[in-house]
């Protein structure tokens, strides 16, 4: 099946230190998705992602999809403690919406006061 | 809006019984939902998907007689564990497509099950 490598599995910065994390495929997907999950929770939607080379933003967060479909990042400025939590990649094929989605590993964001 | 509902949100039960999950999309609705697992410290696995009136579609590997899935509803769907076991404590998470605005899709809290 399809695998997404989701790196760094985690980071401890300062706080007000800018975050950076990236997803890489070793197939195409049609749509990207970026999750934070707070423990005990399910994901949250922060941004998504539609077209290959789209740039989006969410207020201090910023994702791309990239050119050749198989990678994306996010990155997160600024950090504040709220920010601390797992980061998910997830990945959708050429279904559409009625595929479920390959999720990565996480990254688990550490913020130090 | 595109709120997701799960109940419950957590549940122990002994080995050998059975246990239902509901899903709910509370302001929306939802012709497909999708339920996961995820154990500890790991990522989300998808499980089944679920369209409402007919039979879900099982990954690979995932026992259809043991998770019963049933979508009767645009706005409901249930896992059902049948003769649940230690092994399938976990934490089951489903999520219900929203594909007039957005086309994606929007997860539940969680329901952690823990089987003695």
């Known amino acids: 099946g399809q695998q997404l490598n989701q790196s760094p599995q985690s980071m401890f910065i300062q706080e007000g230190e800018d975050v950076s994390m990236n997803c890489t495929s070793s197939?195409?997907?049609?749509?990207w998705l970026w999750y934070k999950q707070d423990p005990g929770e399910g994901p949250v939607l922060l941004i998504a992602l539609y077209k290959a080379g789209e740039l989006t933003s969410n207020g201090r967060l910023t994702a791309q999809f990239g050119i050749t479909r198989k990678d994306s990042f996010l990155n997160i400025s600024a950090s504040i403690p709220s920010d601390v939590g797992i980061y998910f990649c997830?990945?959708?094929?050429?279904?559409?919406?009625?595929?479920?989605?390959?999720f990565g590993k996480g990254t688990h964001l550490i913020i130090q006061p | 809006g595109a709120v997701v509902s799960q109940h419950p949100s957590w549940v122990i039960c002994k080995s050998g019984t059975s246990v239902k999950i509901e899903c709910r999309s509370l302001?929306?609705?939802?012709?497909?939902m999708f339920w996961y697992r995820q154990f500890p410290k790991q990522s989300l696995m998808l499980m089944a998907t679920s369209n409402e009136g007919s039979k879900a579609t099982y990954e690979q590997g995932v026992e259809k007689d043991k998770f019963l899935i049933n979508h009767a509803s645009l706005t409901l769907s249930t896992l059902t564990v049948t003769s649940a076991h230690p092994e399938d404590s976990s934490f089951y998470i489903c999520?219900?497509?929203?594909?007039?605005?957005?086309?994606?899709?929007?997860f539940g809290p969680g329901t952690r099950l823990t089987v003695l």
């Open positions: 302001d929306f609705q939802a012709t497909t």
């Open positions: 999520s219900a497509r929203e594909w007039t605005i957005t086309d994606t899709q929007y």
């Open positions: 997830a990945g959708r094929g050429s279904g559409g919406g009625a595929d479920g989605l390959t």
């Open positions: 197939s195409i997907f049609n749509t």
